[in-house]
């Protein structure tokens, strides 16, 4: 029988954990796809059957995260694929929230024909994972031993900023609970700093850049904020905007409209940015600033601050003179060149964003076309009906007039 309906729904879309890993996949009373989250460690149990089709996948068809872990070494008679891998192997991502350490990676069949065959029986599935560790308590099973801290490192973790970057709903009152989009939709997000017991801090997005990887420097690429602050994505036939003003100094919200990238056939988006924060009574500069291009009148306009501060994203050299538009590939030392200014920073990804419009419009263009086949096949059978009868009634009239001549 084929795979359930709620699976197959997430295996298509590729839908966030949330809505597909938070339990084990089951089908028919098995389960098909198990995580166990350890102190250290992710062990990824996969049945053979996992489509349910009693068709057996490959184990060489299976891979873990971003770098293609592969599988441990199991026998052909096994029905299960096991892989053991460190919460920071794999490539997998690391989001830092408020209450929760959240490591995100994916489960990858991605089947190859066998021998001389051109064919494949089985599709490509993605299947996100996520582990979730509470900040707050102790997520080891080993005893707390009481220990003693100096007061100096006691108040230097008080004051350790945590950055997080959200996506949210539209109305901007809770976080989004799915992160599927349709292409020409507007991505909601939030970037946040929790300061503790640090002196009030306001918040900047610096840079941010958007990659169908979580790989920050990988390839394709587009950048959405540039020259500390700008958001030049606004500028690219797009709204994308700073919401003014701010719930908060700590707090920074931008929308991006969705997009995919031309001549790549993955349909996810990652988007990195890195943060910053200054004394919340500092002054706004060239350096730290948050402006939004208006295409009704043609200006860059600044969330807090003088108009003045936004001059430079035309000339794309905020703040050092003769520097021209940075490359990705140059992201660690762009972005860290104004360390000085700041009283911390952080790089921060939140992903995948998923959007439906590649899969979407090809399957409507494939409905379209067999609509239109069908209904130009309805109107020729019944043109052709029409054709049949009118010959026939005319046979019939030309015999009756016939009939009558003889008589």
């Known amino acids: 029988m084929a795979l359930s309906y709620g699976l197959f729904i997430c295996l298509l879309l590729w839908g966030g954990t949330e809505l597909c890993c938070s339990e084990p996949f089951w089908q028919g009373g098995t ?15 996969v049945s053979k059957d996992l489509f349910g089709t009693r068709k057996l996948i490959r184990t060489a068809d299976l891979t873990l ?23 920071h192997d794999c490539g997998n991502s690391l989001q830092v929230t408020e209450d929760a350490l959240v490591y995100s990676t994916f489960l990858l069949h991605k089947p190859h024909p066998v021998g001389n065959l051109s064919i494949l029986r089985t599709t490509q599935a993605m299947v996100p994972i996520t582990c979730r560790f509470p900040r707050k308590g102790n997520v080891s099973s080993h005893a707390i031993l009481p220990t003693w801290v100096p007061f100096r490192t006691t ?17 901007w009152s809770s976080k989004k609970r799915s992160p599927t989009f349709q292409l020409g939709d507007v991505a909601h997000l939030q970037a946040e700093v929790h300061t503790g017991s640090h002196v009030p801090l306001r918040l900047f997005v610096d840079h941010c850049v958007a990659t169908p990887t979580p790989n920050r420097n990988s390839s394709p690429y587009h950048t959405i904020v540039d020259f500390h602050g700008c958001l030049v994505d606004g500028l690219y ?12 100094p700590g707090t920074l919200q ?3 409209d969705v ?46 601050g003088t108009a003045d501060i936004c001059h430079c994203c035309n000339k794309g050299s905020c703040g050092i003179p003769g520097r021209s538009r940075r490359l990705v590939g140059q992201w660690r030392k762009s972005a860290s060149r104004s360390r000085r200014h700041v009283t911390e920073e952080a790089d921060v990804t939140v992903g995948p964003l998923i959007f439906l419009g ?17 209904m130009l096949g309805l109107g020729l059978a ?26």
């Open 254 to 256: 931008f929308t991006v």
């Open 259 to 304: 997009f995919h990238f031309a001549n790549d056939s993955r349909n996810t988006i990652y988007i990195t940015c890195h943060l910053k924060v200054t004394p919340a009574d500092q002054v706004p500069d060239q350096l730290n600033k948050a402006c939004s291009f208006s295409k009704s009148s043609n200006s860059w306009s600044p969330v807090e």
């Open 382 to 407: 019944m043109v052709v009906s029409l054709t049949l009868a009118t010959i026939v009634l005319g046979l019939a009239k030309w015999r009756q007039a016939a009939f009558h001549t003889v008589m």
């Open 31 to 45: 389960p098909r796809v198990v995580v166990k989250c350890l102190e250290a460690q992710l062990v990824v149990t």
């Open 358 to 374: 590649k899969t979407g419009y090809h399957d409507v263009e494939e409905s379209t076309s067999s609509l239109t086949s069908v």
């Open 65 to 87: 995260g971003p770098e293609h872990c592969e599988p441990l070494v199991s026998m052909d008679t096994d029905d299960v694929v096991r892989f053991e891998v460190g919460l």
């Open 237 to 248: 036939e797009a709204s994308s905007a700073f919401k003014a003003p701010r719930p908060g």
């Open 155 to 171: 108040v230097f973790s008080e004051e350790k900023l945590v950055f997080s970057l959200y996506l949210m709903e539209e109305n």
